[in-house]
């Protein structure tokens, strides 16, 4: 049975981990490996403080997959955008766990006034792209061989999702 909820700090390792296994496929993320546990502590710590949308899928024993959506603060013009990033374990794939933290996630930035959820998704990665468009983001752009892996260049598409404003704008 998995639940969907915000992350706690005892599942800081377990997170890290998962984390570390997408990273280490070397075909989603744009790190090869996790930051280290150290600086993702700090990492989460904060989230948790701010509260900063970070859910974690658990299946009771270990952190499974995750979606985050930061806000981007460090331009006073950008106070209803969150950036948007997710994973889930390579053997959990294609069970709904993607789409549900996907739900969740939407549902609380729109409640936390976010009105436009940004993302950068490499072009190959069109398991992550269908589900995107599934839940009304679109294409916004198109980075041309932006992305270098050892054995690859890969164009990132740039996707979007606005909500309208509550009050009307
Ligand atoms: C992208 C990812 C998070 C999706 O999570 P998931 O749990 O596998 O996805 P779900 O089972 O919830 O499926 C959701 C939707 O994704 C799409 N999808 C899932 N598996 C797919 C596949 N093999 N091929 C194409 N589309 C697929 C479908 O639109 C699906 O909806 P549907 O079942 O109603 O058709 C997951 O595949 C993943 O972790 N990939 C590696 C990391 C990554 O890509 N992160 C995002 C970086 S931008």
Redesign the pocket.
């Known amino acids: 049975m998995i639940s969907i909820r915000q992350i706690q700090e005892s599942d800081i390792e377990s997170y890290h981990a998962a984390v570390d296994t ?1 990273c280490r496929e070397q075909r ?2 744009a790190l090869f490996e996790a930051p280290p546990l150290e600086e993702t502590r700090k990492f989460v710590l904060g989230n948790i403080k701010d509260e900063t949308i970070q859910l974690v899928a658990h299946d009771g024993e270990r952190v499974v ?1 995750w979606c985050d959506i930061s806000r981007v603060t460090h331009r006073p013009i950008y106070p209803h955008v969150g950036t948007l ?4 374990l390579p053997d ?9 933290l996907l739900i969740e996630a939407l549902t609380r930035a729109s409640e936390s006034g976010l009105t436009r959820i940004e ?4 072009g190959s ?4 792209q ?2 995107y468009k ?1 839940y009304g983001f679109e294409y916004e752009g198109k980075k041309v061989k932006s992305a270098k892996f050892p054995d690859r260049y890969e164009d990132e598409y740039l996707m979007v999702r606005v909500f309208d404003d509550p009050s009307g704008e």
């Open positions: 997408i989603y993320l997959g990033g997710m994973g889930v959990l794939r294609g069970k709904n766990i993607g789409k549900m993302l950068v998704v490499l990665n069109e398991t992550a269908a589900l599934k």
